[in-house]
């Protein structure tokens, strides 16, 4: 079956290093977008892509990177991990104009 | 602007009541999408239905039922019968013609045996 599948579940990092989350997706979907969520936040959009090569940034993408190299994949990449950072993130990815689908999440610690 | 406000932070009810989730949104755009999640303890986020902005038609599945009301820019959700396992919390979300979604804070709904 298809599916959308982030690892690892779960990570526990240092402050100042860089950390990577993957996402995955096995429905050939052209649109990817990673999430955070927060309590007292509900999800918010950090960055997003809608194919190969293209990234765009969401409401809350400082201090994160994104790169589309194939349409599987859209992993989600620190580059100097902050305590502010500790949060569940979540990946999805739709085809255009249709409901997005939600990887199971990632929780991230950052000491 | 784009927004959703789910006024609704948390909501206890005892099984076998019906619950309403209020959602209301904001948006200058014509053609959007309205949504709603499941996020149950276990953290993962299920799509639950969507709903495009042409059409008001109420919808049923099951115990639940949605009411789409464009004229007081509304998509209130309602558990009929609730089970302890409708104990979740639980997005209303909107997107427009860019696919972005803007989610609501959510409401966290206790059931209670």
Same mark, same amino acid.
């Given at each position: 079956d298809a599916e959308i599948t982030q690892s690892p579940r779960h990570k526990i990092t240092e402050t100042g290093r860089q950390v990577t989350l993957a996402c995955h997706q096995t429905?050939?979907?052209?649109n990817m977008f990673w999430y955070r969520q927060d309590l007292g936040h509900g999800l918010r959009l950090i960055h997003y892509s809608y194919g190969v090569q293209d990234t765009n940034k969401g409401e809350v993408s400082d201090g994160y990177s994104v790169s589309r190299s194939n349409t599987e994949d859209l992993p989600l990449t620190l580059e100097s991990a902050a305590s502010s950072q500790t949060s569940v993130y979540f990946c999805a990815s739709s085809r255009a104009t249709d409901t997005q689908y939600f990887g199971p999440g990632t929780r991230l610690t950052v000491l | 602007a784009q927004k959703v406000t789910q006024a609704q932070t948390e909501i206890s009810v005892v099984e076998k009541e019906d619950v309403t989730l209020d959602c209301v949104y904001e948006t200058r755009d014509t053609t959007y999408y309205l949504f709603w999640y499941k996020q149950p303890p276990s953290g993962e986020l299920v799509f639950l239905i969507r709903r495009n902005s042409f059409d008001e038609q109420n919808e049923i599945s099951g115990r639940y039922s949605w009411n789409f009301q464009k004229s007081t820019s509304s998509f209130n959700f309602t558990i009929t019968?609730?089970? #302890? #396992?409708?104990?979740a919390v639980y997005f209303c979300a909107l997107r427009n013609r860019d696919d972005k979604i803007i989610f609501g804070k959510g409401t966290r709904l206790h059931i209670l045996p």
């Open positions: 429905w050939n979907h052209n | 019968a609730s089970q #302890v #396992v409708d104990s």
